[in-house]
């Protein structure tokens, strides 16, 4: 296998590709480390990376449509994990151009180059935010998504229905993703569980939106990555009497349970040895009071179930941060 993944210097980008190396899978990685956040993140990240001989780095845009195609001409890979894109649902408020540019022409320079380079499997990632305020739980695919309200879930939906239109017309087989909120070590700055344990030990407060009164369906990066890598060996076949339905599926990855805000919090501060001072707020745009994924598809199509509970997560998580930062 030859395997490009995109985003390589991402949170789950890294991880992917650090848990697939000792397979002796020839890897590229792609990312163009903008400064979304913290580029020195990014590159510890691929510096965590350099002692696998068979793990490349390769500065690159998924916005530069000729750049791009040069690398799956020269590279001929056979299979596709994309992740790369840009991240964030309040960041989209301030500047949606970065969504459109990465997210809808970015992944569309990915599904022609995967369309005309018989890539054997595409897997790329949605995200749960394309639920927005769904009234039914747990979440379904099944459930319609028509009513986005982040710029950043229309773009994930935008995403899927690309996705599906390449696997109809191109025959590409094709596998979404859609994340429920990843944690863990080497996870992104602009995320609630690095921000808490930056302000918690740091003795500051922390912001906590809709006065508390949230849930989420926290899932723990080793779990994401299980996931992800026995996806990637599930390739979708065209169906139907004729074979006119495409080789396109679509799955949730999450946990499959919701954790109350406030006991992510007290996990935490169990992990620090730290009482949070919590500085209430409303609602933010954009944002939804709870998520939680139905994983049932995932689970008959990998075998695999996540393994990690919040506590057990949270205190991995913190360990990292206080040695990576030396806290």
């Known amino acids: 296998m030859k395997l490009l993944i995109t985003g390589m210097a991402g949170f789950i980008g890294h991880a992917v590709a650090k848990q697939l190396a000792p397979r002796g899978i020839e890897i590229v990685g792609i990312d163009n480390l903008n ?30 449509r000729d750049g791009m195609q040069a690398l799956f001409a020269r590279k001929r890979f056979t299979r596709v994990i994309h992740l790369a894109a840009q991240a964030g ?39 749960s935010s394309v639920y927005g305020m769904n009234p039914k739980v747990p979440f379904s695919t099944q459930d319609s998504v028509d009513q986005p309200i982040s710029l950043y879930a229309a773009t994930k939906k935008a995403n899927e229905l690309m996705a599906y239109t390449y696997a109809h017309l191109h025959r590409l087989p094709v596998t979404g993703l859609r994340f429920f909120t990843v944690y863990g070590p080497w996870g992104r700055p602009d995320m609630a569980p690095f921000k808490f344990t930056r302000a918690l030990l740091a ?18 990066i080793d779990d994401i990555v299980a996931g992800v890598t026995r996806i990637l060996e599930v390739i979708p076949p065209a169906g139907g009497l004729g074979g006119e339905r495409p080789p396109y599926a679509l799955y949730n990855i999450g946990h499959g349970s919701p954790v109350a805000l406030m006991d992510f919090i007290h996990a935490l501060e169990k992990a620090t040895g730290r009482q949070a001072r919590c500085d209430f707020q409303p609602m933010q745009p954009g944002d939804v009071p709870r998520t939680w994924a139905d994983t049932e598809a995932l689970f008959a199509a990998t075998g695999y179930r996540p393994r990690i509970g919040v ?6 998580f913190v360990d990292w941060y206080r040695r990576f930062y030396r806290v």
């Open 203 to 220: 003795g500051e407060p922390i912001q906590v939106f809709n006065h508390g009164d949230m849930q989420r369906d926290f899932t723990y």
């Open 311 to 316: 506590e057990e997560g949270v205190a991995r």
């Open 89 to 127: 649902v309040r960041y989209s408020l301030e500047n949606p151009h970065a969504y459109t540019d990465s997210n809808i022409s970015g992944h569309l320079n990915v599904l022609e180059c995967c369309a005309h380079h018989a890539i054997e499997h595409l897997v790329y990632a949605s995200s």
């Open 35 to 64: 400064d979304y956040y913290d580029v020195a993140l990014k590159r510890a990240r691929l510096a965590d990376l350099e002692p696998y001989a068979n793990v490349r780095f390769v500065a690159c845009d998924l916005t530069d």
